[in-house]
C-alpha cells in the first residue's frame, strides 16, 4: 500500500525558514521521482521541486531556485523540502508526490502524471 505523509508546515514570519518532510511507505524510490507541489489560495496546483530515484537529479521551479532543495534521507524514504527565504507568496498547501520516472525529465510542471501524493501540510508566510 503506497502512502506519502507530510509534515512540517506552519505560519511563519517573511524571511525565515521551514522544512517539510514527506514519509513514504510501499514502494521502492529508485524507478520513481518524488515532487513538491503546493496549491496557493484560489490557486491552482503548481509544481515546486522533484528528485530522482534513479540518479539523485533534482529541478525546480524558477520561482523557488537558490531558495528551496529537495532531499531524501539515508533510508530513501523520507524526503524534505528545506525552504529558505520565504514570502508570502510561498504561502500554501504543499503536498508531495509519486511520478513514474519517464521522459523528458523530471516532472517538475507535469502534476497529471502523479499518481499518488499526501493530504498536505499548510505553509503561511505573514508577518
Known amino acids: 500500500q503506497v502512502r506519502l505523509v507530510e509534515s512540517g508546515g506552519g505560519l511563519v514570519a517573511p524571511g525565515t525558514s521551514l522544512t517539510l518532510s514527506c514519509a513514504t511507505s510501499g514502494f521502492t524510490f529508485d524507478y520513481y521521482a518524488i515532487c513538491w507541489f503546493r496549491q496557493p489560495p484560489g490557486k491552482g496546483h503548481e509544481g515546486v521541486a522533484c528528485?530522482?530515484?534513479?540518479?539523485?537529479?533534482?529541478d525546480y521551479t524558477d520561482s523557488v531556485k537558490g531558495r528551496f532543495t529537495i532531499s531524501v534521507d539515508r533510508t530513501r524514504t523520507t524526503f524534505f523540502l528545506q525552504m529558505d527565504n520565504l514570502t508570502p507568496e510561498d504561502t500554501a498547501r504543499y503536498r508531495c508526490?509519486?511520478?513514474?520516472?519517464?521522459?523528458?525529465?523530471?516532472?517538475?510542471?507535469?502534476?497529471?502524471?502523479?499518481?499518488?501524493w499526501g493530504r498536505g501540510t499548510q505553509v503561511t508566510v505573514s508577518s
Open positions: 528528485i530522482s530515484g534513479a540518479d539523485g537529479s533534482t
Open positions: 508526490g509519486r511520478s513514474l520516472l519517464r521522459p523528458p525529465g523530471l516532472p517538475t510542471h507535469r502534476t497529471y502524471e502523479y499518481d499518488y
